[in-house]
């Protein structure tokens, strides 16, 4: 029997969930934590209808607080049938209504709107033209370069990308210690990087992932001049 596009897609799609590699932990077992996230998924273009925009907010903020329709439909006493249109863009709420669904969900009435036409931002930055900013280890002749910074966004967390830079008027510093996490890529030359109380000796290609709580920096400079990807991530409540 000839096999139609959904059927090749679909097959398509199992045959690639048995061959996709499982990440692996540092030890060579792999990891079984699922990731939840599909960096594919595209919402839809008719997001930017005030509808369909309010629909959205509606439905992540009530599986946020992990109940269901008919919990909702109890604590407005707005029907199920209206919510499901609501919560699928297919009719405009009344104040009213927005006032109701805003107590019963714990959010601002403004809340709903926030994705209505909400502007992204991107940072695009040319090849040496990244901006050498003052951190704690410049004092050691590491030179920080960074290549972009977006401050309040929808995501809800500030990420810091660099390029740091070492060179033999370079020197070991203090470890480093702060909030958030932080992603290592070494692009040149070698370095034994410490975290924590353990010793990770990085050549090029190699990464470095690690909760930035802990005591972190470059332990010994192997091999000068060296560069390397510095990507610190923390939440926006603290930025500043």
Do not use: W
Request: charged share 20%; hydrophobic share 40%; net charge neutral.
């Amino acid at each position: 029997m000839a096999k139609t596009a959904s059927d090749l897609k679909n097959g398509a799609g199992a045959a690639l969930a048995k061959t996709k590699p499982s990440p692996k932990a540092t030890d060579g077992r792999t990891i079984r934590t699922p990731l939840t996230q599909n960096p594919h998924a595209i919402r839809d273009t008719r997001e930017k209808v005030l509808e369909v925009a309010i629909g959205r907010e509606v439905r992540a903020f009530r599986k946020k607080l992990g109940i269901t329709v008919a919990d909702l439909a109890v604590a407005t006493d707005i029907s199920l049938g209206m919510l499901s249109k609501i919560e699928n863009g297919i009719t405009s709420p009344s104040l009213t209504t927005l006032q109701a669904l805003s107590r019963a969900l714990g959010v601002p009435v403004t809340a709903f709107f926030r994705r209505f036409e909400e502007e992204r931002s991107a940072v695009f930055v040319k090849a040496g033209e990244g901006l050498d900013v003052e951190r704690r280890g410049t004092r050691a002749g590491h030179q920080y370069n960074l290549l972009g910074h977006i401050g309040s966004n929808t995501s809800g967390v500030v990420v810091e990308p660099y390029l740091i830079t070492l060179t033999e008027d370079s020197d070991v510093f203090p470890t480093f210690q702060h909030e958030g996490m932080e992603f290592l890529y070494m692009l040149e030359g070698e370095v034994t990087y410490r975290h924590g109380s353990n010793l990770y000796p990085m050549k090029p290609g190699d990464s470095l992932f690690f909760d930035a709580d802990a005591p972190h920096g470059p332990e010994v400079l192997t091999v000068l001049p060296m560069r390397y990807l510095s990507i610190i991530c923390y939440p926006q409540s603290s930025a500043g």
